[in-house]
RNA sequence: GGCCUCAUCGUCUAAUGGUUAGGACGCCAGGUUUUCAUCCUGGCAAUAGGGGUUCGAUUCCCCUUGAGGCUACCA
C-alpha cells in the first residue's frame, strides 16, 4: 500500500496570481485528482516586506473560479476573513512562527545548524570581494566556527542574528526530480543557508521543510527556479531524519526573448486575462499545453477530461515561451462550443463597458443611443450574431455596435457589390424595400427573409450578391458581419426599413 | 565568475535506434458563402554545430555553441 498522495499549491500573498503560478496549481490540482490524493492551499507569507494586503483573498477568489478545489488550506467567508481549516494547523506560515522556531532550536541543539551574527554590511563587503576575485559568493562561515560560550555572550548582548544550515563541507547530495531526472550536486558548492530570520521569521527554505512533512506532503511540486535549492531541503530532511518527499519541477513559462515570463514584457496576471475576455476554460486549456502533452493528437480537454489524462510523463523539461496566438484560437473553439445563454452573461458587462446599454434591473437593459428597453432574450440574439466569429468576449461591444446606432456611418460606395452600378444597387434596394413593407413583423425572421428574398433574386434574375450585399450593407454600414437576414429578425421590420430608406437616401 | 538545467517548424509539441521527421496555432493558396467569421482541402516551414558509438542516429555518449534558472536575513 502506497502512501496517500498529498501535493499542495504554496504561493506567496505578493498581489495576485501569475499566469506561470496558474500552470503550477494546474498540474499540482490534476496530479493529485488524477492519483485520488489530497490538494491543498498553504500561504507562503514569510516575507512581511513582499506582503500585499487583500492578496490571499484574491488568490483564494481566482482559484475558486477556475475550480480548482482544495481540501485543505485556506477559505475565505463571506465577511472576506480567512480562516483556516485541516489536521495540521493554519495554512499560512505567519501564523505558524512557533512551530519554526521549535524546530530550529532542534536542529541547532543537534549541530545541524548555528547562529551566525555577522552585520548584512559584512555579508555585502564579503560578497563583494568575493565577486571581484572570481569567486562564487557564499558566506565564508565566520560564525560557524563560534565557541558555546561566544554564542552565548553575543546572545546575552542581544546582537541580532540569524540561523544557518551547516551544510557538510564533503560529499554529493543528489535526488531523482520526477521531471528532471537524476540530480547532483557537491556539498561543497553549497551555501550555509540562512533559516530563519533575525526577524524571528523562517526563510522559504525552512519553513517549506517543515510544512512539507507535518502537512505529509508527499510531492513537492514547485517551479523550476526551486531545482537548484532542493539539495538545501534534502539536506534538512535528514538532518531532521524526516522521510524526503518525491520533487517535481515544473518549466518556467517564457517571454518571447525566453527570458523569465515577467510583468516588463507583457501581461502576467489571471485576472488580466480574464478582463481580456478570455474564458476560463480556454486559459487552462492553455497553460496546460504549454508543457504538457497527452502523447495523441488531441489539444481540446474540460477540466474532468484534464484529470482523466494528466500524468507527469507528458510534462516537458523545457520551458515554454507564453505566446497568446493559440490562446486566441482555443478561446475561439470554447466561444463556439458554449451555450448561448452562458454566453450572453458573459458578455452583457462587455456591453456594459462598451457604454451601450445600462442595466435597469429585472433583467431588463436600456440602449444607450436609442432609449429602448430591451430584455436578457433580446441580448442573447445578439450574441448569437457573433459567436462564430468571436474571439474574445472584450470584442462583442465593438462587433455589436451598429445594432444599437440610431444611425449608421458608412461611405454610399460600399452599398455597391463588385460591378454593380449606383444605380443598380438603389434599383435592388428599392425593390427589398418593397417586398418587405410588404410583410408582417412576425415573418421577420431568419429563414423566411432568406426564402423571401431569395425568390425575388429569382424572379429579378438576378445573382444573390447583388441584393444581399447592399441590404447587408444597408442594415450594418460594415465591410464584414454577419448575414442579412440574421440582423434584420434582430433589428425588426421598422429598423430594417428604416435602414434601408437611409442607404436609399445616400444613393440619390 | 561558480553551480544546476535545457536545446525538433516562427510558436506549442509528437516521434527515445530504422518515419517521406507527425499534429496544432499562425501564415499563404483554393473551395463553400453576399461579406467577415466558421467549416473543408492543400502548401510553406524544424532535428543548433562538431565529433564519436552503431549496419543505421532527432533518439545514446563527449565537446562546442546558445538559452534559461539559481547564486539575498525574496519567494
Redesign the pocket.
Known sequence: MSKKIRVRF???PTGYLHVGSLRTVLYDYLFAKHNGGDFILRI?D??K??YVEGSIENLVKILDFMGLEYSEGVFVNQDNKTFQKGDFGPYIQSLRLDIYQKYVDELIKNDYAYYCF???ER?GKM?KNQ?LQ??????DRKCRGLSKDEVQKLLEEKT?Y?VRLKVPRKGVTEFEDLI???????NK?I?DQ?LM???G????HLASVVDDHLMEISHVTRA??????TPKHILLYKAFGWEIPQFAHF??L?NP????LSKRQGDVKVEDYLKKGYLKEALLNFVL???W?P?T?E?VFSLSEMIARFDLS?V??????F?T??L??LN??YI?KMDLSELTKLCVPYLIEAELLEEVGGSKYQVLSTGEEVDFEYLKKIVALEQ??MKKLSEIGESVKFIFSEKLDYEKELLI?KKMTAGDAKNNLQLIFNELSSIEEKDFQSNKLQEILDRLVEKNNLK??EV??PL?VALTG????????EVAEVLGKEKVLERIEFALELLK
Not at 516537458?316 to 515561451?321: D, E, S
Open positions: 504554496a504561493p506567496s507562503e514569510t516575507d516586506a513582499r555577522c552585520s548584512q555579508l560578497r565577486r572570481k569567486l562564487a559568493p557564499m558566506y541580532p540569524v528532471y531526472g537524476k540530480i547532483k550536486i557537491e558548492t551555501d540562512v530570520k533575525s526577524d521569521f523562517p526563510t522559504y523550476e527556479e526551486w531545482l537548484p535549492s518549466t518556467l517564457l526573448d525566453k527570458s523569465k499545453l504549454l508543457g502533452n502523447k493528437e489539444e507528458g516537458n523539461k523545457t520551458g515554454a515561451i505566446n496566438e493559440k486566441d484560437w475561439g473553439v463556439r462564430e466569429r457589390w444573390r450578391g444581399l450585399w447587408r460594415l465591410k464584414g458581419s454577419p448575414s442579412p437576414f
